[in-house]
DNA sequence: CTCTAACATGAGACAGAGTATCAGGTTTGG
DNA sequence: CCAAACCTGATACTCTGTCTCATGTTAGAG
């Protein structure tokens, strides 16, 4: 019976939770194409649900809320970030590291088709046109800053109570704010690595080098 | 009738604009109090409506949003940093003059007796420790960030399309976040310039002396 | 003083977001 | 075949925010 159970709950499990991550991914799809399309105020839930081929109920139980539906996943970037933070070298500065930190979660895989990249563009937009969705982005990267907070104020050598990690990890994440929006502004016609780059050189403690 | 016309507006709105303003700043007292005692979600528009002696539609002629309720006058201070930074000196570091910037508006004005500093903190509490108000909050800085960015794009000699003057400006309200959250939780036992200041040198370009 | 026009208020209807509950249908495992 | 767990849809509800309409109030003109 053990053996057995085990099999089955594997097997359930497994199904059952790929369908659910199949189904959300699918339904996020459809709702950025609804957002670009028709704005994302102007795009009730009913018509996601209806396009996604579901009941606003069943909406609700895969997303907590309309922003949901679009940067979902975001949260969990935050351990992303903290695991390549990790990996940076001990005696790199803080700053360097975090930056290169973000790397993993850049909307553009460094390697993409120029359709691909233009989709990256179009979401990006969405995001940072959106003032709702801007300030749900907000809100998710302001659970970074509880993960990446200890491991930041273990290299800065001093305690969570300290403002400085926390300003840290928050400039960081602002530069990679300004950097979409410039990216948007100018259509991805600049790679979003080198405004990224420009703007944590702008702001970042310089003088090494 | 175009002066007597204006002649008229002029002396109703002084009389009447004061009227407004007054009921507004009485308006936000109320909404803050119950903010604190209940929870910001758990207080209904409602309920601060009927609190402040009006009815809900007024509520919502008075503020946008329940949210506006209590940071509405944020919008505004965009201008003052502005003012502020005009007057600081060409060749500063862009970075301190928008530190130095941030002086008018923070939320203690620099001489306050105990009491209304401890008002002070517990309103900044309810700001940082409230997922929905803080977001908002952030909306509201990224108005400023419009209004200051031509003026920083000129200091650093470069044009608005450059991420830099958006990422120096986020940053800087970034580090002033930092600061307002670790004041608050150390109940503002530790000055808040002292928190900005570290925080602000711990991010910004150093090596100047 | 009276009248008018602008303004402020309250009441009510409305749509949408988000929550909670209930009933019916499907899958999983015994 | 059966039972438990799960997914779904329908419904009702609260609250936010928008809009309209009717009423009351105030400032200024004649």
């Known amino acids: 019976m053990n053996q057995s159970a085990r099999r089955g709950q594997e097997q359930t499990e497994g199904i059952r939770s790929r369908a659910r991550r199949a189904v959300r991914a699918e339904t996020t799809e459809v709702a950025v194409d609804l957002f670009l399309r028709n704005g994302f105020d102007a795009t009730t839930i009913e018509e996601i649900a209806a396009a996604a081929g579901m009941s606003r109920s069943t909406f609700f139980r895969y997303f907590g809320s309309k922003e949901d539906a679009v940067l979902g996943e975001l949260a969990d970037y935050g351990e992303r970030v903290l695991a390549a933070l990790c990996e940076r070298p001990e005696d790199e500065q803080p700053w360097t590291s975090l930056r290169q930190a973000l790397e993993p979660v850049l909307p553009l895989p460094a390697d993409a088709s120029p359709e691909v990249a233009a989709q990256a563009v179009r979401r990006s937009r969405l995001f940072i046109e959106t003032p709702s969705l801007r300030a749900r982005h907000f809100e998710k990267t302001l659970t970074w800053q509880g993960i990446l907070r200890p491991e930041v ?26 950097a979409l929006e410039a990216w948007t502004r100018c259509d991805g016609s600049v790679p979003l690595r080198e405004l990224l780059d420009a703007a944590a050189d702008a702001v970042g403690p310089r003088g090494r080098g």
């Open 153 to 178: 104020a273990r290299r800065l050598r001093c305690g969570t109570e300290d403002p400085r990690p926390a300003a840290l990890i928050a400039c960081v994440l602002a530069c990679l704010d300004a």
